[in-house]
């Protein structure tokens, strides 16, 4: 079982930008896949980027691509998205993910979820 906890969420003007963090628990993150989603009111959830375990390979929507980046820090059992150039549709709550398939080479799909943490972006 995983355990992931969001934070780094909060209100920013256009152009801004935010880190968000997705600690984990367990002895197992270093070998997951990690992924970040995000939902809009009244809107599904929606891929945002994802990293092998390793952070050799990342995936980005195109919503997003030059603007965000994610990377992780096995050491501390942590994924990090850097969003740049935050837009007015970038407002979501960002939920973390974590793929269980041990050593992967991308991301497939979200076995364990984190609560999600709002970002509020304002024009």
């Known amino acids: 079982q995983v355990q992931l906890v969001e934070s780094g969420g909060g209100l920013v003007q256009a152009g801004g930008s935010l880190r968000l963090s997705c600690a984990a628990s367990?002895?197992?993150?270093?070998?997951?896949?990690m992924g970040w989603f995000r939902q809009a009111p009244g809107k599904e959830r929606e891929f945002v980027a994802a990293?092998?375990?390793?952070?050799?390979?990342?995936m980005y929507a195109d919503s997003v691509k030059g603007r965000f980046t994610i990377s992780r820090d096995n050491a501390k059992n942590t994924v990090y998205l850097q969003m740049n150039s935050l837009k007015p549709e970038d407002t979501a709550a960002y939920y973390c993910?974590?793929?269980?398939?041990?050593?992967?080479?991308?991301?497939?799909?979200?076995?364990?979820w984190g609560q999600g943490t709002q970002v509020t972006v304002s024009s």
């Open positions: 993910a974590a793929d269980s398939t041990r050593y992967g080479s991308r991301w497939s799909r979200g076995d364990y």
């Open positions: 367990g002895r197992m993150f270093s070998s997951y896949a």
């Open positions: 990293i092998n375990w390793s952070g050799g390979n990342t």
